[in-house]
């Protein structure tokens, strides 16, 4: 069946770097989008990245542009998001996401409910 784990969570400090790890099972990287979203309690679930595997088309949020980057390694089933400058207001937990659609949509590829399956989440601390 479909799976998606993360991994690499942890405490750092500001301005430090982590790299998350979102392994997936059970389908194709090659006809999916993968995305990385991050919640903190109280507020809505956000969309932070996400890239359609089959042409490396990807997405960030503003406020992640310029210091997190995603990537994959297919032979691996991964998909990885690199995370740099890390701030306090970066604190929360990030889940990877998939959706069966081949080419991500500009306008809805931050939107939750696009996505049909999720990982467990991994807790991101920044704090000095």
């Known amino acids: 069946q479909v799976q998606l784990v993360e991994s690499g969570g942890g405490v750092v400090q500001p301005g430090g770097s982590l790299r998350l790890s979102c392994k997936t099972s059970g389908f194709n990287l090659d006809y999916v989008t993968i995305a990385w979203f991050r919640q903190v309690p109280g507020k809505e679930r956000e969309g932070l990245s996400c890239?359609?595997?089959?042409?490396?088309?990807?997405y960030y949020a503003d406020s992640v542009k310029g210091r997190f980057t995603i990537s994959e390694d297919n032979a691996k089933n991964t998909v990885y998001l690199q995370m740099h400058n890390l701030k306090s207001e970066d604190t929360a937990v990030y889940y990877c996401?998939?959706?069966?659609?081949?080419?991500?949509?500009?306008?809805?590829?931050?939107?939750?409910?696009?996505?049909?399956?999720w990982g467990q989440g991994t807790q991101v601390t920044v704090s000095s």
């Open positions: 996401a998939m959706n069966y659609r081949r080419r991500a949509s500009g306008r809805t590829w931050n939107h939750s409910l696009v996505y049909d399956y």
């Open positions: 890239i359609s595997i089959s042409d490396g088309t990807s």
